[in-house]
Structures are given as structure tokens and as C-alpha cells.
């Protein structure tokens, strides 16, 4: 069964400091691949996306992540976070119409 | 501008009452969603719609219905309430029509107690 994994699941963060958040999944297909964030009392909204090409997607506010196909993976980057970020970050595999979410990671940046 | 309403935004209800959720998008997307999140566990399916008269059951559906008469709206139904339904209830959007419409578009969401 598809699946998707983010093994952390609480990270708190220095202002300046560099972000990687990890994504794992389990799907042998193409696929395709999302971050969402969700900030504090608001609804989700997508950072950014993955289907196809170049393996390095940029998205807003800053945010990047790259897809390695034979690591199944899609980690999410930011080189400098911001008190701002301080939000839930979901990664996702949509597989047909139908979104697979992992757990989430909360991210807390002390200013 | 489109959007996805939910309403109503919180409620509080009893063990065992009826209780139904609205949905209401205006970015006429084919394709609707109902998630619950609940801290550890991320956003769940509950439900599903291609289309209108179309609905599926996702990873979590027992305990919950929908129907969808129309493009618009895709309300959820708790037939019976039940503690373990206290959750926050997130709907979702998207358009099957390639490009930036495969994207989920979600409400604000509604924060479900029972007691």
C-alpha cells in the first residue's frame, strides 16, 4: 500500500537557521509529490509540487525541495527560516485524484 | 475570488446525535474530499467524490456518510455520534483537468467536539 513517512515530527529552530524536513514514501509508480503548510488557526495551502522534470522545485516563501527517485524521497529546504514558519508542514503523494498525507512535522522557529 | 466555505466552524454536540457538516466550493472543481486530522495521525480520507451521484469511501469512512447532488457542495454526515469522531474536518478540492488543477484546495475546516 502507498504510503507516506515524515520522521519528524516536532522541530524547533534558531531564526537564520537552515531547514531540511524529511519525506519518504512507499509507491512504485509515478508519482506525484507535495508540500503543504498549515499555519497556526489556518487551513492548509500548498508550498509547492512535484510531477515531473527537473527533480528541484521551488515554491514560495523561500521553499524548496527535491525529488530522488531512488530514494523516494521529496525533502522540503529552506536555507534561512524565519519566526514566520513556525506552522505544521505536511508532506503528500497523490496517487489517481486521491491525496496520501504523512503525520506532518510541526516547526517552531524562536526569534 | 473561488474558495471552499465550511460551516459551521465549530460545533459541540452529544454522543449519538446526527450531526452534519457543510461543504461549499465555488471554484467548480469535479472532485471533493473530506479529511479528519487528529494530532499524530495527519489527514485522513474520510469520503470522496469524482462527481455529482459519485461517492467512495476512504481509509477512514465507518461512522460517516455523504451525498452529492451538485457540483457545489458535498456535506458529511456522522450518523451517530461518537467520541472518538471529536476531530478537526478539513474539505478539499481539486479539478481532474491537468496542470495547476491537479492541486487540493482545502476549507478552513470545522472543530468537531462530542461529549
Known amino acids: 500500500a502507498q504510503s507516506v513517512s515524515q520522521h519528524n515530527h516536532h522541530v524547533i529552530l534558531s531564526e537564520a537557521a537552515s531547514l531540511e524536513l524529511g519525506c519518504n514514501y512507499s509507491y512504485g509508480g509515478t508519482v506525484n509529490l507535495f508540500w503543504y503548510v498549515q499555519y497556526p488557526g489556518q487551513h492548509l495551502q500548498l508550498l509547492l509540487k512535484y510531477f515531473s522534470g527537473d527533480p528541484l522545485v521551488k515554491g514560495i516563501k523561500g521553499f524548496e525541495a527535491e525529488f530522488i527517485k531512488s530514494k523516494f524521497s521529496f525533502n522540503l529546504r529552506k536555507p534561512s527560516v524565519q519566526w514566520s514558519d513556525t506552522a505544521e508542514y505536511f508532506c503528500a503523494l497523490r496517487r489517481t485524484y486521491k491525496y496520501i498525507f504523512g503525520t506532518g512535522t510541526r516547526l517552531k522557529v524562536l526569534a | 475570488d473561488a474558495e471552499i466555505t465550511q460551516s459551521p466552524r465549530h460545533k459541540i454536540t452529544e454522543t449519538g446525535r446526527q450531526v452534519t457538516l457543510a461543504c461549499h466550493q465555488t471554484?467548480?472543481?469535479?472532485?471533493m474530499f473530506w479529511y479528519r486530522q487528529d494530532l499524530g495521525h495527519g489527514l485522513r480520507l474520510i469520503h470522496y467524490?469524482?462527481?455529482?451521484?459519485?461517492?467512495n469511501k476512504g481509509e477512514v469512512s465507518d461512522g460517516y456518510s455523504v451525498s452529492r447532488s451538485n457540483t457545489e457542495d458535498l456535506p458529511l454526515t456522522l450518523e451517530s455520534a461518537a467520541s472518538s469522531q471529536t476531530s478537526v474536518y478539513f474539505c478539499?478540492?481539486?479539478?481532474?483537468?491537468?496542470?495547476?488543477?491537479?492541486?487540493?484546495?482545502f476549507g478552513p475546516g470545522t472543530r468537531l467536539t462530542v461529549l
Open positions: 478539499a478540492s481539486s479539478d481532474p483537468v491537468g496542470g495547476a488543477g491537479d492541486t487540493q484546495y
Open positions: 467524490s469524482y462527481g455529482v451521484q459519485d461517492t
Open positions: 471554484w467548480n472543481h469535479n472532485n
